[in-house]
Nanobody, 115 residues
């Protein structure tokens, strides 16, 4: 069972930036697509961005132009660079590895955007 550990969340003012990291265990990281999801209080979990094994990326419309997903296969890590953060980006952010029908999830990291 793969383990995914997110880090990098925190409190940031509107317009600020954060970089989230997700470190994965296992030796087959490079063959799987990876994704970042978020869940705000009272809302369903939603896809923020994902990246294929070949580096192809996809973004939710709400974050296009502000967020960038990337991966470092040598470090078994996927990143989410978040710029120009807005209060509506406040949520718990989860990392997902598309390694099975249901995928594997991390424990989440809280991002709070507030002045």
């Amino acid at each position: 069972q793969v383990q995914l550990v997110e880090s990098g969340g925190g409190l940031v003012q509107p317009g600020g930036s954060l970089r989230l990291s997700c470190a994965a265990s296992g030796t087959f990281f490079r063959i799987y697509s990876m994704g970042w999801y978020r869940q705000a209080p009272g809302k369903q979990r939603e896809l923020v961005a994902d990246i294929s094994s070949g580096g192809r990326t996809k973004y939710a419309d709400s974050v296009k132009g502000r967020f960038t997903i990337s991966r470092d296969n040598a470090k078994n890590t996927v990143y989410l660079q978040m710029n120009n953060l807005k209060p509506e980006d406040t949520a718990v952010y989860y990392c997902k590895q598309y390694s099975s029908a249901t995928g594997s999830w991390g424990q989440g990291t809280q991002v709070t955007v507030s002045s």
